[in-house]
């Protein structure tokens, strides 16, 4: 690095998700020099990656490797590091292996988990959904079940393995439910000669009154109606109290079953944690409304770590548009600082929620207009062509897309990590 | 199953790979009813095994699902188990979980795997490559050596993360190698700011006095000098000694890296171990000239977990096609003995050998025809698209290939399982 490069306003970024990303890339031209730390090499397409879970997607074409897209950035580089703490007053993040890095101005883009509740112990058997390894993992397990049943000849076993439980209603499972579905009614059944993997159960548990609880009443409505129609039961109102190897019980119910599938709720990452700073329940810092720590103008915090009022007094929603938005507005707040300009507080603007349900079926909510059906699906399926990154991701996702649509076949039905192990 | 299907002769397969999956295809239409059993849920295509190790293509792109590939024949019957063990007398294979399966005939097509000569301690620093998960190992391992790099501040640590040695340099060596060295000179050097991928080194060790052993003189020169050409360094005449965590001691040299790939050996499945037979060194079952077993005239054996010598007096070498005629030479037997005609012995035919050095290098033995350089590496990939399954496959490979080949980018660059793991 120069000398000039060192003489420059250093800022560090941590997580290279929507909205670390979208900070770096905002901050292009300006005069500062950028640290990009993330544990992962690669930035993920999240949206999808149900997609992956459910054997339609490979791995590959919802990640890109984080150095790969800042290449053309000189003065960003790029650390593969874990954050172990941040020490606010020496401005200094603290890496894995007793590395350190300072900084001038930091970003915290660290993100959420999934978060059982205070009921860690379910993990084992109801997985989420948060990271490639999550996705090739419950990808493993659904498969598995259908193989189990093809060589179990007990029939109350063989219906338990066919039986795949989703916890939670909002997009995550309800777009799981449409899609395991789907792989069992129209993507499966020729393969297996001892089951009908027609039959399998599809359950889809959620506490709350209706799925979707974010979109208005009458998608939310449609969206039940439809996953009905592609075969998943719908469970409203009945909160889970044990998930174990033998199935979930919920309001007193106890359903057979060896997949469990966690789309509950989430955790922000351990970041209140490391300033020691105010969070709420599920461990969001809340910010203010320029999204700064409270006391440490120098740190900004956005997507799902943080949690702040700036939609019209409601709370921004855990989704990419509101991460990539938080992330311009904190790249921009850094060049007006440094440019000596003030700034305005961080105000959300929403596009839109989409949900996708199965082939052919999603709903759309821009507001004023309501989209269901077939329409949504295509637009569903256009927008997220749109926002993957690079012709290389979008042919290829097009080309996986093609094959599902047309012909149902899922090409990343693999059952890998810890395939040869068959018992269990 | 019907009551006549019951009645027909049961013919059992293990191992869906080349050898087994041939046999299958080749019994269609025969009076018989099919097991296939495999511990994996997928075929793979072993041949680019390679690319997937050096992020050239993804996992779901060299891979099918088994079920998949035998949808449309009602008589196969699929099986997700591992065999241990073989009770010849009661012609009955017995499966984790307690399961058996008898059989009329049996197929055994069960491979390899690789082997360190008694060194079995070296296994967890020189990994080997023979399935899916090896590869995803490997690329990790490849992967994290540079970002290791990257975060290194002492040069001599640095250099070792910096140095991959391949010990081995028959064709698996020499393409891991050669691809490598381009993803350090080619495709890398943009991303990194601290270290200059472009010095990295790569080491190709070989204890034998040539490359590609199985070529003809002259293709192995000009594999040798293209290798050097491209940044390998190659050493010959020189066995491993030791590998450790230090790195990798040979003819009283000691190399100091943190990336060794083992691709010097293989030793066969444990069919000879299940059946009690005789076998060769490498632990090849030793078959008769109809491929049988000795003293089991309904017990076949095929692929690389046999030795044969069937081709004019020299032993049949460890290849797709030679595992494949094999396949297709048993499913005619079968066929032969249950119409009661008689059935000549194997006679292996040898169609040509490939290996792909680099980008548009490789080398072709075609017997009397020889080829080199860019018209052998377009032969070379035009043919391994043609042998690949499918549409869906061969548009994606090429689409991968068409990447790495124009831009130097190689889309499965990712650290996956254990990624959030950075110490170590």
């Known amino acids: 690095m120069t000398e000039q490069a060192q003489g420059l306003h250093h800022v560090v970024i941590v997580g290279a998700g929507f909205g670390g990303l979208e900070t770096t890339y905002r901050l292009a031209g300006a005069p500062v020099r950028i640290t990009l730390i993330d544990r992962r090499n690669h930035h993920l397409f999240q949206p999808l990656l149900y997609q992956v879970a459910t054997a339609s997607l490979a791995t590959s074409e919802i990640a890109w490797p984080i150095r790969y897209l800042v290449r053309d950035r000189p003065e960003v580089t790029t650390l593969f590091a874990t954050v172990t703490g941040i020490d606010a ?237 938080e992330g311009r507005y904190v790249a921009e707040t850094i060049k007006a600082r440094l440019a000596g300009r003030p700034t305005a507080p961080f105000r959300y603007s929403h596009a839109g929620s989409l949900a996708q349900i199965g082939k052919r079926l999603a709903v759309i909510d821009f507001g004023r207009i309501k989209l269901r059906g077939a329409l949504a699906w295509w637009i569903w399926g256009i927008a997220h062509i749109y926002f993957l990154i690079g012709l290389r991701h979008r042919l290829s996702v097009a080309l996986s897309w093609l094959w599902v649509y047309a012909r149902d076949q899922r090409a990343a039905r693999l059952i890998t990590q810890g395939s040869s192990k068959v018992t269990g």
């Open 89 to 325: 007053e020496r401005r200094t993040v603290l890496l894995d292996r007793g590395d350190e890095v300072g900084y001038d101005t930091l970003v915290l883009a660290t993100g959420a988990r999934h978060a059982y509740f205070g009921h860690d112990e379910w993990e084992p058997f109801a997985p989420g959904l948060k990271t490639l390894e999550d996705a090739t993992t419950l990808r493993r397990r659904i498969l598995v079940a259908f193989e189990r049943a093809e060589r179990e000849t007990d029939p109350v076993r063989r219906a338990a393995r066919m039986t795949f439980v989703i916890i939670g209603a909002g997009p995550t499972g309800v777009e799981l439910a449409g899609t395991i579905a789907e792989l069992a009614h129209s993507t499966l059944p020729r393969d297996f000669r001892n089951v009908d993997t027609r039959k399998a159960r599809v359950v889809l548990i959620e506490a709350g009154q209706r799925v979707l609880a974010g979109f208005p009443d009458d998608l939310s409505a449609y969206a039940h109606k439809s996953l009905e129609r592609i075969g998943v039961e719908v469970v409203l109102g009945q909160p889970v109290t044990d998930c174990n190897a033998e199935g979930v019980v919920y309001g007193g119910n106890r359903l057979e079953t060896k997949t469990i599938i966690w789309a509950a709720g989430v955790r922000a990452s351990r970041a209140a944690e490391w300033l020691g700073a105010p969070a709420d329940r599920a461990g969001r810092l809340q910010v203010a409304p320029d999204l700064t720590v409270p006391g440490h103008p120098e740190i900004f915090a956005i997507g799902d770590t943080v949690t702040i009022s700036a939609w019209n007094g409601q709370p921004v929603p855990g989704i990419a548009p509101a991460a990539k938005q």
